[in-house]
Every structure is written in C-alpha cells, then in structure tokens.
C-alpha cells in the first residue's frame, strides 16, 4: 500500500467481514448465508492490488478464482463474486442479501484509524472527513428492522456538511442496501437523526 492513501488493510477487512456477518445474523439469516457474507467483507478490496479503479471488478474475478481452487461450490462462490463486483459506490448496487450486508459494513467504516496521511496540513477532503470521525457505530434492530449508523464527528475538523460533500452516493447506497433487506437505514451524526 502507498502511504497516504485510505486504508483496506486487515483492519478494515476485518471490520467489514465481522459487520455483513453481524446484519445477516441478526436478521435471522441462515448460518452458511452469514458466512458467506463474512468472506465477501474480507476478500472485497483484493481487486486494490490490481489497481484502486475498477477494483470491486477485478476482486470479484480474483475472488472467484481463489475461492474455485480452494474448492468452493460454483453457486457459493458466483455469490461471493456477485457481492464484491456490486460493492462500490461508482458502478454497484444491492444484487443479493451478501451483497446488500456488504455494502452496509462497508460503508459504515468511516474513521480516523482509516487516514494513513498523518500530515494534517496536507489531508484533503477524504482524509479530512475519516479524521473527523472519532466513532461509526452499526447497531442492527431486528425489532424495528432497522440499520443505524451512528457517527460522531469532530466538527472542528471537519463541517458535518463536508461529510455529505463525499459520501452521499455512499449514503445512497447504504439506504437502498438496507431497502433490498426489507429494513430501514437510518443516518445518525452527533446525536442528530439525519436519514
């Protein structure tokens, strides 16, 4: 990885592949379907090693191929690429329930451990944004059927406003994720309901 750039590292894999697991689970998911779900969140940024553009594409085929020779069923692997191919905001949508619990995960890890860029003269708005966030809790209500992130932002350093500036399609897409699901995607931000 270049030093500078947004971190997918182990870290954010990890926290990914636990959180798709968690919203299927606490949804009432079958166990293999979790599971499942959990592989996706931590294979979805492999395609970062081909190149940072188009990477959701070629993971999916990266992934396809390494799960084939790990002897993975055809359908459980075809889902797995099917997710991670729909998984960025640019080109992909909720196709499947793994793919709608990985979008979800995914694009709740807004945070300050994320900004590789410790030169704070020299963030921009991406850095800026990840930095500010000092918290980004997914809390799943199966009672309610409803998806909650909650973030708390630092608004010395960065305007709540910035945040909608560069993720909206992502919150977009968090909300039409949560819908594929039959549940609500809800956006809290300092203790304000925003979605």
Same mark, same amino acid.
């Given at each position: ?66 799960? @084939? ?37 995914? @694009? ?10 410790? !030169? ?25 059927? @409803? ?27 968090? @909300? ?13 931000? !300092? ?5």
């Amino acid at each position: 990885m270049v030093f500078g750039y947004t971190e997918h590292s182990h870290r954010h894999i990890s926290i990914v592949s636990q959180r798709a697991g968690d919203i299927l689970d606490t949804l009432g998911y079958p166990e293999r379907t979790i599971e499942l779900a959990r592989i996706a969140g931590y294979l979805h940024d492999i395609g970062n090693c081909v190149n940072r553009t188009d990477h959701a594409h070629s993971g999916a085929i990266l992934a396809y191929h390494i799960l @084939k020779d790990m002897g993975m069923p055809v359908e459980e692997r075809t889902e797995i690429m099917m997710a991670i191919g729909n998984h960025d905001e640019q080109t992909g949508t909720a196709v499947s329930d793994i793919s709608a619990a990985l979008i979800l995960a995914d @694009k709740s890890d807004v945070h300050r451990n994320r900004v590789s860029n410790m !030169n704070l003269s020299t963030f921009d708005i991406h850095d800026r944004v990840n930095y500010a966030v000092s918290n980004a809790e997914l809390k799943i209500d199966s009672k309610d059927r @409803k998806v909650i992130l909650n973030l708390t932002i630092d608004t010395q350093i960065c305007p709540v406003l910035d945040y909608f500036e560069i993720f909206m399609d992502r919150t977009m897409m968090s @909300k039409y994720a949560a819908k594929y699901l039959k549940i609500w995607f809800e956006l809290v931000i !300092n203790d304000t309901k925003l979605l």
